[in-house]
């Protein structure tokens, strides 16, 4: 399990309600702040700490000793000038990790220079997801290193039963990293591994050598 962190979640609508609820569900001691008392009732009994609160104002954030948190996480709504003002007073006082959401490329841009540590685009993020799934129905998830090297889950299709894992790979530079198979995950499997119905399999390589395994399915 993950080390416990102290972690403050700004903006309690439908995206920060759920971060702020998961968070405290996995262990962790949430500080939930909205200026909405209605989300910040709703949100008392799920989170460990609910406060109502304008972070514009950076004497509210001392008050509620915002420095010696974690993480912060500024998921606020549409308001541009807030998600600023917060982001830019957190790091400030000296809160190590500002995530924050961002609504806009430009508004993307300033949050990068007002220190954020990590920015959010869930809209943009979920998106791109969605039309991944829509374009490679047989991909189940899939994880991004970093520009150009991906990690891929996808289920067998009917077309790869009773041949190899070499014989899916071929010349490309993809590397096996998991096989599922009936809820046992086999670990580093090798070419010689046979594909059954309902297999899945989690393989790494650069994006190129991915989207021509995926499209040869």
Request: no cysteine.
């Amino acid at each position: 399990m993950a080390e416990q962190q102290q972690i403050i979640v700004i903006g309690l609508g439908v995206f920060g309600a759920t971060i702020a609820t998961e968070l405290t569900r996995l262990g962790h001691d949430v500080l939930g702040i909205d200026t909405d008392a209605q989300r910040v009732d709703r949100m008392a009994d799920e989170i460990t700490h609910a406060v109502i609160a304008d972070v514009t104002d950076e004497s509210s954030l001392v008050e509620l000793n915002a420095g010696s948190y974690d993480v912060a996480v500024v998921a606020i709504g549409r308001n541009v000038e807030a998600t600023m003002l917060a982001t830019l007073q957190l790091r400030e006082l000296g809160v190590a990790k500002v995530w924050a959401k961002a609504l806009t490329n430009q508004h993307h841009r300033i949050l990068e220079r007002l220190g954020a540590t990590r920015i959010i685009a869930p809209e943009y993020e979920m998106g791109v997801r969605i039309s991944q799934e829509l374009n490679y129905p047989m991909v189940h998830d899939y994880l991004s290193l970093d520009d150009d090297y991906f990690v891929v889950e996808f289920r067998a299709t009917d077309d790869l039963v009773d041949k190899t894992i070499g014989d899916l790979v071929g010349e490309l530079d993809v590397k096996p990293l998991v096989a599922k198979r009936h809820k046992k995950a086999h670990t580093y499997p090798d070419h010689t591994w046979t594909i059954l119905a309902g297999d899945r399999l989690v393989l790494s390589g650069q994006l190129e050598d991915l989207r021509k395994l995926v499209n040869n399915l």
